[in-house]
């Protein structure tokens, strides 16, 4: 799976940003919305040629260390060759069915249901990204409940199009967009070192429910005909936050005693990021009855899926939730090949056994570096927020200079934080003690260039 380009990586031949990167920027300057690239063609963005595991070659012939995987969608590395080659093969056989049944459709329909555990009976929609997986949730909810109104959590990110971002709080995703899709209540993610509900695990799940509780059950309170509450079990843009163990459970009773659905998004979560198939999977007795998934469903082929128990799923009419690429069937191959991948690579225990080490190779750096304040995350879906104060945890909002920093070092981070203070890792779950050991030991190198300028 590692060819040459990943054997001693970053490997920076010059220094980054090289002129055809520049010259090609120029060109995507002129032709493309600046909203439609990630790292908003800053200079100091990439321009990629070719990738493999967890190496990312640009055009420059610079070799990067990838520890964001395509934002999770690549949690067996770039151009596995068990995916490429699934890819190849279906394409020369069907490449677009519609929204119509195929072998390799089917077969991945069966296999998603497979692995979401619970007791109850449930089917699945295709859609093709995260964002229109999320809608179909919603709208679900919706449809099955007769309500309108959706909970959602300060900080959680559901996708860009107009219904997931309704749910999102961002305000610079919101600019410019005064009236998104009525209905939607923010509330405060149980985010234990910033929760106003309580400062320890305990005291955030219990106030948090009982926030909720009160707005539930009190007439006055703006709240009336609740759907569902939908939540990221770790929230990945809002800084690599895992709710703490014992939210879900207690909100899945909340769920129950209210008549609310419960929607877990794990489209960044799933398929082994955290050391389990789905991040709700570290608490017992916990069964959503919307679970939306997308990215490392198909290995980077777009393609995502919402779950839905039986009632809820069928609450909508034939063909209201198809597409025209729903459920593509190269995409569907993909993610046979890649679900297999993770089976038999055994991805889930590596993303345990290596998140621990990286885990602690982060708190090594907290000992160090007092701008650290919080380590934190499941598996290898980590975060280390960056504050101004450890003790009154002003924040650092310095994510995109230190990711800037470490991009010119070689190494691909992605910022996020409520507040630009979290440096994010999302590396592929291949990676071994030695990536973990250079993406540190460049990590140290930022902090200490931040360190000296934080501005
Ligand atoms: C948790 C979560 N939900 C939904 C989305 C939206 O997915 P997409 O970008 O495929 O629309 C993302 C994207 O990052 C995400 O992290």
């Not at 750096?365 to 919080?374: F, H, K, P, T």
Request: charged content about 20%.
């Amino acid at each position: 799976m590692v060819d040459k380009i990943s054997l001693d990586v970053p490997m920076l031949r010059i220094p980054h940003p090289g002129p055809k990167t520049m010259a090609h920027l120029e060109r995507v300057r002129r032709a493309e919305g600046q909203s439609g690239l990630t790292f908003a063609l800053s200079p100091e963005t990439l321009v990629m040629e070719r990738a493999q595991g967890w190496a990312v070659e640009d055009i420059d012939g610079n070799v990067f260390l990838d520890f964001v995987a395509g934002f999770g969608s690549l949690n067996a590395g770039h151009c596995h060759p068990r995916v490429v080659k699934a890819i190849r093969d279906q394409a020369v056989k069907l490449h677009q069915a519609m929204s119509v049944a195929a072998e390799a459709r089917t077969q991945l329909l069966e296999k998603i249901l497979s692995l979401v555990p619970g007791p109850s009976e449930k089917k699945v929609h295709f859609a093709t990204s995260g964002s229109e997986a999320a809608e179909i949730a919603i709208k679900l909810a919706r449809r099955a409940t007769g309500r309108h109104e959706i909970i959602a959590f300060g900080g959680g990110f559901h996708g860009r199009t107009m219904g997931a971002l309704s749910l999102m709080g961002r305000k610079n995703q919101r600019e410019g967009l005064p009236v998104l899709v009525p209905g939607a209540h923010h509330i405060p993610y149980p985010y234990p070192y910033r929760s106003p509900f309580g400062r320890e695990a305990e005291t955030c799940i219990e106030g948090t429910i009982r926030y909720m509780e009160e707005l539930l059950g009190n007439p006055a309170s703006g709240w009336g005909e609740v759907a569902a509450v939908i939540l990221e079990p770790v929230q990945g843009n809002g800084g690599m936050i895992p709710a703490p163990l014992g939210f879900l459970r207690a909100l899945r009773e909340l769920c129950d005693r209210h008549g609310l659905l419960l929607i877990l998004d794990e489209v960044m979560s799933g398929f082994c990021r955290t050391g389990e198939v789905f991040a709700f999977e570290h608490e017992q007795g916990v069964e959503p009855d919307l679970l939306v998934l997308g990215k490392s469903l198909s290995g980077g082929i777009p393609l995502a899926a919402c779950v839905a128990k039986r009632k809820i799923a069928d609450a909508a009419a034939p063909g209201t939730e198809s597409g025209t690429y729903s459920g593509n069937v190269i995409a569907c191959a993909a993610g046979l090949a890649s679900i297999a991948v993770y089976e038999d690579e055994g991805l889930k225990e590596r993303a345990n056994e290596m998140g621990s080490y990286f885990l602690e190779r982060l708190n090594g750096l907290a000992g160090e570096y007092e701008m650290i304040g919080e380590v934190r995350g499941r598996g290898l879906m980590l975060g280390v927020e960056l504050v101004a104060d450890r003790t009154t945890r002003e924040p650092l909002p310095v994510a995109k200079m230190a990711c800037e920093t470490a991009l010119k070092k070689g190494l691909l981070l992605y910022p996020g934080g409520h507040y630009g203070n979290v440096i994010a890792f999302l590396p592929p779950l291949i990676v071994g003690k030695e990536q973990i050991d250079r993406a540190t030991a460049i990590l140290e190198e930022v902090l200490l260039e931040v360190e000296k300028n934080p501005n």
